[in-house]
């Protein structure tokens, strides 16, 4: 039965909802041992802190304590992200998952600027005449911990999240990269402390005032890709021009007495679709495309299908999995 123009076919991929499932508890298991390593790391620090006299020190483990409410968040919206679709999620609950790249980029912001301000204020009071009392070879020892930890969690959570394309872990990998740069920051300072004498101490706020700013990069970008998911913005256009060339250059299914011919001679025709009207966006770890598009008149509902499941092949191939395609075909092209 040929297309006729006053009824639209709509066609549109499902997801196995195991595939989320699985996605899900992947990514709250990488959650989880970042949050279990910032437990330790938080009593740690503090220890080593308050016994080895460091000031900067006990300001990492409150750096490390804010890092355990940033994991519990973003645990808690994983659990929702992994539920996938229901009746009142329809389009799944990737959003979850943005919102708590948001909460971690806000949390990156905090402590850039956090600590670029008592990096200043540590500075005016050495330089205001301020005794600062030399830290012990303990602090060293735990800063070195703290940045052999921080670093496993780091390649961990940013292998996870490129595996499965998880813009939070991304996020979050970032964020264990630069909690490894305050442990540096402090060992140097501290080694110089003890092997130069006190007036190297000056380097520990100085340091955190250049940490604040590597901080404060990735913070920003983070923000930036997690307002455009929450915000709906389209992917970027060459990815868009991409999805157009592909769907538009789709060849015509064969079907009934077609199929012989097609066969026969070896040559395909080509489907004559027109991309009428696209509409693209993220929702976490998915991509949405809308598509409508100008038809042969003489297309079929089988070829209708079939085109609609050649193009979710291409795009999976092109874009991953994760991709949902509507299609809307209308009738308007002559074969």
């Not at 679709?273 to 509409?279: A, P, S």
């Amino acid at each position: 039965m040929p297309l006729i123009d006053e009824n639209d076919m709509h066609t549109h991929s499902h997801h196995p909802i195991e595939r989320s499932q699985i996605r899900g508890r992947a990514l709250t298991k990488v959650t989880f041992i970042g949050l279990l390593a910032n437990i330790l790391l938080t009593a740690g620090q503090a220890t080593a802190g308050i016994l080895g006299h460091s000031i900067a020190m006990v300001s990492a483990s409150i750096h490390s304590l804010s890092d355990l409410a940033s994991n519990a968040i973003v645990l808690l919206l994983l659990s929702f992200s992994a539920k996938g679709k229901s009746p009142r999620f329809a389009y799944g609950r990737g959003k979850f998952e943005s919102f708590a790249s948001l909460l971690i980029g806000l949390a990156l912001f905090w402590v850039a600027i956090d600590l670029m301000k008592d990096g200043i204020e540590a500075i005016q009071a050495i330089l205001g005449g301020e005794e600062v009392e030399r830290p012990s070879v303990l602090v060293l020892w735990m800063a070195g911990i703290s940045i052999v930890v921080k670093l496993m969690v780091y390649v961990y959570t940013a292998t996870m999240g490129h595996k499965y394309d998880s813009p939070t872990l991304i996020a979050k990998s970032w964020h264990d990269l630069t909690d490894a740069l305050t442990p540096i920051g402090v060992m140097v300072a501290t080694g110089l402390a003890i092997a130069l004498g006190d007036k190297w101490v000056l380097l520990d706020p100085i340091v955190a005032c250049i940490i604040s700013l590597v901080v404060l990069v990735p913070a920003v970008k983070v923000l930036i890709i997690a307002c455009k998911d929450l915000l709906d913005v389209s992917i970027c256009p060459e990815e868009e021009a991409q999805i157009v060339q592909t769907l538009e250059s789709l060849p015509m299914p064969a079907d009934g007495a077609s199929r012989a011919g097609s066969a026969e001679d070896g040559n395909v025709p080509a489907s004559g679709l027109k991309v009428l009207l696209l509409k693209t966006r993220r929702s976490g770890p998915m991509i949405f495309v809308e598509a409508t598009l100008a038809a042969r008149t003489d297309l079929t509902l089988p070829q209708a299908d079939a085109l609609r499941a050649a193009a979710e092949t291409a795009l999976q191939q092109q874009f991953g999995p994760d991709i949902t395609l509507t299609l809307t075909f209308c009738a308007g092209r002559q074969p």
